[in-house]
Structures are given as C-alpha cells and as structure tokens.
C-alpha cells in the first residue's frame, strides 16, 4: 500500500468511500485526511417479517467456517454443561468444517453450506444468529440477514459490528 501511495497511484483519488467507521479509522490511520474519507453503509431492504415468528430451539452460525470468524472458540464453548440443552446449528463450509466437524459436542449440527429457502429457513426457525468474529471485521452481511427475519444476533464487540449490533435492542 506504502509503495502505491510513494509511487503516486492515488494522486487521482479525491476521495474514498467506506462501509464502517471501523474502516474509516483504517484510512485515516494509514495518512488520508478526514475530510476525504467517508461512510456509506451498506443498506438493506428489508421485507416484512414472519406473521408467526418461529424459534426452534437452537442458535445458528452463518459463515466461513475459519479461525477469524470465531468457529472454534465457538464450538469449544458448546462443550459447556450449561449449554448441552441448546442446539447449535454451523451453516457454512471452510477449512474447520473436516477438523471439528467429527469432534463436536453432540449439540452442534453442521448443515454445510446454506443459501436460498435453506438458508432462510434456518434463519427463521433459530432463537439467535451468532456472530464471534475474532477479527475487527469491516461490515458483517449475517447481521442484516438476521434482522431479515426477525432473529436477534449475539455477537463480538469488534469492528464494525459494533455498529451493526445495537445492545439489547437489535441483540448482544
């Protein structure tokens, strides 16, 4: 990045846009002035929600299954008594899926990779979306698609999902 800006790639650049204010505080760390950068969140359309809201029981991840994206913390914290009773839904595939897959505690499901009716029908039947990013994440799209259908979402306090996730309002 150093190198493009010192060779003057981005003398053109009058101004960039960001999705966060976690992104912004990127930008005006690596040197660009407050007055060339700006936020523009990404916006959503949401469609009315359920007439009879369902909750099945379980909480559901929604995601890359990666280290950064909290997996493991996330299966290893469902080996807790305290949460035998809850079911856990992992929607999604990546490199974790094989080495914790076969290892999980007997609560955790792993669906694979989920879109379309599937994927809307496990976003509806949950009690929660679980969001433990373990990285200052930009911009998370699974909190949208929560607030889609009516889900509150539980998740880390990093990045811009500080922004996306209002405390006890739209979840945790």
């Known amino acids: 990045y150093w190198a493009l800006r010192r060779r003057g790639d981005f003398q053109s650049v009058r101004a960039w846009v960001a999705v966060s204010e976690e992104v912004r505080a990127t930008f005006l760390r690596a040197g660009w002035r407050p007055?060339?950068?700006?936020?523009?969140?990404?916006?959503?359309?949401?469609?009315?929600?359920?007439?009879?809201?369902?909750?099945?029981?379980?909480?559901?991840?929604?995601?890359?299954?990666?280290?950064?994206?909290?997996?493991?913390?996330?299966?290893?914290?469902?080996?807790?008594?305290?949460?035998?009773?809850?079911?856990?839904?992992?929607?999604?595939?990546?490199?974790?899926?094989?080495?914790?897959?076969?290892?999980?505690?007997?609560?955790?499901?792993?669906?694979g990779h989920v879109e379309g009716d599937a994927k809307r029908k496990w976003l509806e039947g949950g009690r929660a979306v679980l969001f433990p990013t373990q990285w200052a994440e930009p911009l998370g799209l699974v909190a949208y698609e929560a607030y889609q259908a009516g889900k509150p979402i539980l998740a880390s306090n990093l990045g811009g999902v500080l922004e996306t996730v209002q405390d006890r309002v739209t979840g945790r």
């Open 35 to 111: 007055d060339q950068v700006f936020t523009l969140r990404h916006a959503w359309n949401i469609k009315p929600l359920p007439a009879q809201p369902r909750d099945e029981g379980y909480f559901l991840f929604l995601g890359r299954m990666v280290e950064t994206k909290g997996v493991r913390m996330l299966v290893d914290l469902w080996r807790a008594p305290e949460l035998a009773q809850y079911p856990l839904v992992m929607a999604g595939q990546g490199p974790l899926t094989d080495e914790l897959g076969p290892h999980s505690p007997p609560g955790v499901k792993w669906v």
